[in-house]
């Protein structure tokens, strides 16, 4: 019986590393594959899957409604691009005010510059956590996406440091497929090991039974704190990937829209499921881009079919879709389940044992 | 060991308990009957620091003898001080394995020989409970969720251990199992608060005995001595 198991947790480490290599070899030879605009979506995969994976902790496995995640993107965006830019880009940059004296000088390679990242949106979201998550459910979304606001309002207006709504230009593009699916491999396995340990268990009896959680000695308000926290740390990394991508940020990018993008991937996934925002993430970004085609004019032989195209369009589809897996699939495609070698296989024998 | 005197439990304007005092020694069962309603959870709840508007006095005196008010501490501070309580309904975490919950019950602590030991003792007090180790909560049946609850509450090596209608939707036959269990659990040198509606279940292992009626206390004594008492066999051991 424990020699099976001890089998079977050898060939499922294998299988692990067999596809962590196999993909690595894929993304080294991506670039040769596939075209930029392709390159594009994947790079934004890894990063959505990073911010999935961080709402997620905060609202699937912590069960704390927040909204406040594009203020902490912004946080770490920022936090990024006025590192990662040169002296010269800034003061060439800042037209409406002068920028700041101490900060014209302050510069950090690229890396560096996401850590800092992570750990200012961190900051911020521990500032916040304080007064706010006291509060619990819809209470705790609205202030949440308040402060979020605000975040924004802030970086708008705060012009010497941020140069308000001009925003920042020239952030080189950092962030290429190697980096991201590398910051999303750490942030899976810091995921996974987290939520396996004790804490993992932890968090989740603070979600389902506070009285129960409190009576085990667990204060149920330190470890909100710390899972909303580390939330954030997510959050600012993935935003900090995003500025690096797209290479001009400014305060309207970080509007409740980008909260909601997240919450569109970790709510298709699963509430809850590690998996399930990988998967959400994969879903979401391949449908956005894909729908595109419904706003360019849709050509049936050479009558125009009965729309021309209407931009925006792809997001009416889209929140169809999402009113469809609501109804039909609540608990989103895994979940509260987990991808797992045994699981597959068993999937698999299952098929061809209904098949015989 | 733990000293209550003129304890008073109030939720907004509803005055739940009122100036109650009892007195728990070390190595006894006492047991704190009433029918529903009667403030028993509100008594324990105050005592475990999951109650805000307790006022009184609650003094515990642990091992090293130095007296400490309990009330306005919170919960994980009685835990820390060897107190610890199994709370109504049984609250286990369904989505949770056996072992899982158990290894929450010991939370507070950091020593891991000791979990482990700790982890054993309760699965030979509650063998049912190893067979399902690895199972999910949720999957057990309300006698084998109510033993989870009851090895969960010990897993923080407590000197008191509370427990809260521990009986609760239990089988005859399965209420006897649980409470053999915790006369084994007393006879092992820890200290028991039961509190319970099954009265004659909770009086037969007792030491000494609270009747607890809307809020007060009206009766009290061993527990031998209120199972011949004729009020309480009229009340709550069915004549």
Redesign the interface.
């Known amino acids: 019986m424990s020699a099976e198991r001890g089998a079977k947790k050898v060939r499922n480490r294998f299988l692990t590393v067999l596809a962590i290599i196999s993909f690595a070899v894929f993304l080294q030879q991506a670039p040769n594959l596939l075209d930029g605009y392709k390159i594009r979506i994947m790079n934004m995969i890894a990063i959505n899957a990073i911010l999935g994976l961080s709402l997620n902790l905060i609202y699937g496995m912590a069960g704390m409604f927040s909204l406040g995640h594009a203020g902490f993107m912004a946080v770490g965006a920022y936090v990024s691009a006025l590192l990662i830019l040169t002296p010269a880009q800034k003061t060439a940059m800042w037209i409406l005010d002068p920028i700041a004296p101490w900060l014209l000088g302050v510069h950090a390679p690229f890396l560096i510059s996401i850590l800092a990242a992570g750990l200012a949106a961190a900051f911020f979201g521990w500032l916040i956590s304080m007064p706010v998550l006291r509060l619990g459910g819809d209470y705790l979304g609205i202030a949440t996406l308040g402060f979020s606001e605000i975040l924004r309002i802030l970086i708008t207006n705060l012009t010497p440091i941020t140069n308000g709504p001009l925003g920042l230009k020239g952030i080189p593009a950092h962030t290429n497929l190697r980096v991201s699916y590398g910051i999303l491999l750490v942030t899976l396995f810091c995921t996974v090991r987290l939520m396996k340990s004790?804490f993992g268990?932890?968090i989740?009896?603070v979600r389902?039974?506070e009285?129960?959680?409190?009576?085990?000695?667990?204060?149920t308000f330190q470890t909100r704190v710390l899972a909303f926290t580390i939330g954030c740390f997510g959050a600012g990394v993935g935003g900090a990937l995003m500025g690096n991508i797209i290479t001009t940020i400014d305060p309207r990018m970080f509007t409740i829209n980008q909260t909601y993008n997240t919450l569109m991937i970790v709510v298709i996934g699963g509430l809850g499921s590690i998996t399930g925002s990988v998967v959400g993430s994969v879903l979401v970004t391949v449908m956005l881009e894909w729908l595109r085609f419904v706003e360019n004019p849709i050509m049936i032989g050479s009558t125009q079919l009965f729309l021309s195209g209407k931009p925006g369009m792809r997001m009416v589809i889209f929140s169809l879709l999402l009113i469809g897996v609501i109804i039909f699939r609540r608990e989103g495609v895994m979940g509260?389940k987990e991808f797992s070698w045994d699981r597959l296989f068993s999937f698999f024998s299952r098929q061809r044992g209904d098949a015989a | 060991m733990l000293e209550i005197k003129n304890l008073n439990v109030w939720y907004g304007a509803i005055h739940a308990v009122h100036d109650i005092s009892m007195s728990i020694a070390r190595g006894e069962i006492v047991t704190l009957i009433g029918a529903n309603g009667a403030g028993k959870s509100s008594t324990i709840r105050a005592i475990a620091g999951l109650v805000k508007g307790a006022k009184g006095q609650v003094t515990w005196t642990g091992k090293d003898g130095r007296p400490v008010q309990l009330l306005g501490r919170p919960p994980e501070y009685m835990v820390k001080l060897g107190i610890s309580l199994s709370p109504e309904g049984r609250r286990i975490l369904p989505q949770l394995t056996v072992e899982e919950n158990l290894m929450l019950g010991a939370y507070i602590r950091s020593d891991k020989d000791g979990i482990q030991a700790d982890i054993e003792y309760c699965y030979r007090l509650f063998p049912r409970l190893k067979e399902r180790r690895g199972q999910k909560g949720g999957t057990l049946s309300g006698g084998e969720q109510q033993m989870l609850a009851v090895a969960r509450a010990l897993m923080s090596h407590p000197d008191l251990l509370m427990l809260d209608e521990p009986s609760l939707g239990l089988a005859p036959i399965l209420v006897e199992e649980v409470f053999a269990t915790i006369s084994e659990i007393n006879r092992e040198g820890r200290t028991i608060l039961l509190v319970e509606q099954n009265a004659y279940a909770a009086l037969r292992i007792a030491r000494k005995a609270y009747v607890l009626e809307t809020g007060a206390i009206t009766l009290q004594g061993t527990g031998a001595e209120l199972l011949e008492n004729p009020k309480v066999k009229e009340a709550y051991l069915g004549g």
């Open positions: 004790n268990n932890v989740k009896a389902d039974d009285t129960a959680a409190r009576t085990m000695g667990i204060n509260m």
